[in-house]
Structure formats: C-alpha cells, structure tokens
C-alpha cells in the first residue's frame, strides 16, 4: 500500500532493530521471528500510522487511553511549556502549582466527597496505593485486621505484586505465586453466562451477583474484609455493565460490614461512559476511585487515586503518615497535560459527544449480530465487547485450541491488516473489544462495522 520507498527501508531496518532488541508487554515474542512487527510511528484525530505509511482506525484508544485522540498540538505545547518552566519537582513533602490544580479540578469533577488526590505515575500503582491506604486507614483507626480485598473473577487490576493478587485472572498470576496473601474472588456481572436459574431476568442476576459479595464477606469474616474493588463495566472478559440495582446494592453492603468501595475506573472515567466517572452513570458513591489511562489522554504518563474526606480524616487530624510514593506521582509535565487534556473534553464537550452518539455505536455494531459467530454485544458509552460463540443457539464456546487458532492465529492480524485497531482476548471467553476515542461519530462507527464484518465473516469459513 506505500508508495514511499524510503519509508519502507527505514521501516524494515525499524521491525529489525525491534526484534532484537525491544520487549513487548504481554507478547508473545517468538510469533515476531517470521513476520513483521507492527510499528505505529504517527497519529491524528482518530487514526495512526505505521512506518510504512498504511493508516487504522484506533478503535481502541492506544489502549483505552487516547481520549481526546491523537496529534493535539495543544496538549503538547503544555507539556512543553511546563518542562521549560519545571521539569520536575517531587510531591514528597513539597507541592507544584499543576499538581494542585489538577487535585482540586479532579476534586470537583468526582462525585460526593471524594476531594483528595493521591497521583501515582499508571493504574497498577493507583490500585497498589488503594489497597496500601485502606489497609493503613484501618490500621490507623483500630481495626488493624482488615487487610482481605474482594473483586471479581476474570477481572483485570494491574500487573505489580499487589494489584495482581486482585487480578481475577489466574493465568497471567499463576507464574508469580505466592502473591500478597488476602484476594478473594467474587462472580462478575456477565449476563450472557448467568446461571441458568437467573438467565432470564437481569434484576434478579444483579441483585445475585452483589449479594454473592456480601456471602464473600461473611465467609472471610468482616472484621478481616478492607476493601471491595469494582469497575463501572468490567473490561476483562469483554465489557461487563452492572444491572441495574447492582451498585446500590453493593454500596448498602459495604456501608452494613464497614468495607471500602474502590471503584477503579481505570479504564471507565474520563469520558469512556459518557461521564467524568463511570460511578456517576451508575449513581453510585466510592470510598476511593482509582485512575490513570484518559486522565491525559496517554500525552504523558500519570495514574491516581482520589480519596473521600472520611477516609483522610486520621491522616489529616494525627500524627499518621501514609507511608507511601512514587517519584514521578504527579509529574508537572503530566500534571499539566492532564489540565490541557480535561481542557479539551469542556471546549468541545466531549462527554456530550459520547452521550449524543452512543446509542447510535450499539445500533452500529448490533447490525453485526446478523453473523453467525456473533453471539452478543455487550457495553456502554464507548465501551464494546463483541463475544464470539462457536454455536450461537446454545452459546458454546470454542475450544482452547480453536480460539487460539482464531484469535492468535487469525484475528488479531486480518483486523489489523484490514485497518482496524482494537483488542481480540480469549483471557475469558473470546471477544474483540472496542473503546475508540470519544471525538468519533457516526462514520467511524460505520467504518469499524465494515471490517469486522468483513473480518468476522472469514474467521467464521476458518473455523
Ligand atoms: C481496571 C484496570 N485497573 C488497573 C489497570 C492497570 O493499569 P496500568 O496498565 O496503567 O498499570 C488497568 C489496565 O488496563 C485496568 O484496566
């Protein structure tokens, strides 16, 4: 598809260099020794750009990260500016001026009383942080046995030793074992494998799902039970939206057993579900909330969590110190790209664009459910998974050697090379996953239909 020859050349020496010395996060690095390495050297708006000049749609976001999208001369130009006037100074005892503001604006953005920020530099590290406050926070007020965290199966935290051990996935865990003593699992909210005795009604299966919380904590015994970690709409496992009555019933729970909710929205705030914070769709108060990703729209690193006034009272009014940093928490640069960046989203209300046009991304990608791979379509805001089922009428799913035929094998290349970026994971049944930047409309949607279609629809002749 190029035309420049040059390119190619330095494309080559670049695939090259890469595979002899550049490590990819959870790749499979000898699948690289016979074929090329994808490398994305540009973006603009809603597409990038590989080295050999051929252009995709991000459907993807970078990796749920590429809000506002990509090429933003203005977000660059504050990170610059920020550089020249301070590069960087730590939050260890001392302050900068973009850290506060960017605090205090998180400050007003969050729901309720959640009024004090805690940056980290990714989302691994807000969630490590999390679960360290609500074990200190508990410490601290007397209760030093609370130390336990629940979460749901499948569902994705983080890869440090701490965020993995809240991790539902036991394959990317069982090769670090034995991690910090104390995760413990509960069902997650996938409505389309429900038990067979609430398959059919969604309130029952959410008022199930979140009561299985509270027979969680009755078995570990509340007094040892710190904290319940949640996403809005779990991703892992392909975009899992709470039903509704879910949340408030899992807030009655943590407030009658004295737990914390975390939500970690990690993936779900800053616009992904229409909202600054996807427990603002769902109407629900967290203790803390977690986040990182499209808190800068990927233009530079920064992760954080923010904290509700109850939970920082004895930190605030003693002698208690959290006994935790990060040298780059907080960076001036990132903080004041994380300021341009929540620029953008007012100047072009971007939670607007999301709200106006999600209907019509569902109504899109529904039309796909015409295929016979396709089994459901599930999410919100711009937040996709589309599950694919070897047999649509009684759900059966593929083999372990089918889907990795079909996602390793085939999937994951013939989207990319058909100009689509987005996610095919079998880490729970099979899907592809979408999360485009939130400035996309109509057409892009349209344009994603038409090369899974195409995509889909040969997967299904290779079966
Ligand atoms: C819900 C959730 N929490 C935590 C993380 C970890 O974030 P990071 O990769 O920035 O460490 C992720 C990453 O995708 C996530 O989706």
């Known amino acids: 598809m190029s035309t420049d020859h040059t390119r190619d050349l330095n494309a080559e020496a670049l695939e090259t260099r890469a595979r002899r010395h550049l490590w990819l996060h959870f790749t499979r ?3 690289y020794q016979g074929s090329d390495v994808p490398v994305i050297v540009r973006g603009e708006g809603q597409y990038v750009y590989d080295s050999r000049g051929r252009r995709y749609l991000d459907g993807l976001s970078g990796l749920f990260v590429t809000q506002v999208g990509h090429g933003r001369a203005e977000i660059a130009e504050a990170g610059a500016r920020q550089a020249a006037e301070l590069a960087y ?3 260890w005892s001392y302050a900068h001026p973009r850290a506060i503001e960017l605090a205090e604006r998180l400050s007003i953005l969050a729901p309720g009383d959640l009024n004090r920020v805690f940056f980290t530099t990714s989302g691994s590290e807000a969630v490590e942080s999390a679960w360290k406050l609500a074990k200190q926070y508990f410490t601290t007020i007397g209760q030093p046995g609370r130390y336990k965290v629940l979460s749901r199966e499948i569902a994705y935290h983080g890869t440090s030793m701490g965020a993995l051990a809240i991790t539902g996935l036991p394959d990317i865990k069982a090769p670090f074992e034995p991690l910090p003593p104390g995760g413990v699992r509960v069902p997650n909210t996938n409505f389309y494998r429900a038990p067979d005795f609430l398959a059919h009604d969604l309130d029952s299966f959410g008022q199930w799902a979140a009561n ?3 027979r969680a904590i009755l078995r570990e015994g509340p007094e040892s039970v710190a904290a319940v970690f949640l996403e809005p709409v779990q991703n892992s496992g392909g975009c899992f939206p709470p039903p509704p009555g879910y949340f408030p019933r899992v807030r009655e729970i943590c407030d009658r057993y004295g737990v914390l909710l975390v939500s970690d929205e990690v993936i779900c705030a800053f616009g992904r579900l229409g909202h600054y914070f996807g427990a603002q769709r769902y109407g629900y108060q967290p203790d803390v909330i977690t986040f990182a990703k499209g808190a800068t729209s990927g233009y530079a690193p920064l992760g954080g969590m923010i904290v509700s006034d109850r939970l920082m009272e004895p930190f605030t009014n003693g002698p208690a110190t959290f006994l935790h940093g990060v040298t780059f928490a907080g960076h001036p640069v990132s903080a004041a790209i994380a300021l341009a960046n929540l620029d953008v989203f007012e100047k072009e209300d971007l939670l607007g664009n ?5 209907d019509a991304f569902r109504s899109t990608l529904e039309k796909l459910t015409d295929l016979p791979i396709v089994g459901d379509v599930r ?8 599950e694919m089922v070897k ?5 059966e799913t593929f083999s372990d050697e089918e889907s990795e035929r079909l996602l390793r094998g085939f999937l994951s290349h ?6 689509l970026i987005c996610r095919a994971d079998d880490r729970g049944d099979p899907v592809i996953q979408l999360a485009p930047p939130l400035t996309c409309t109509q057409e892009h949607f349209d344009e994603m239909e038409q090369i899974l279609r195409e995509v889909l629809t040969e997967a299904w002749t290779l079966i």
């Open 29 to 31: 690095m000898s699948s």
């Open 89 to 91: 100074f730590p939050l």
């Open 391 to 395: 047999e649509k009428a009684t759900r």
């Open 354 to 358: 999301v709200r106006a046009n999600e």
């Open 414 to 419: 013939a989207l990319f090379r058909a100009g």
């Open 212 to 214: 299985e919380i509270e």
């Open 379 to 386: 999410g919100d805001g711009y937040f996709y998974g589309i």
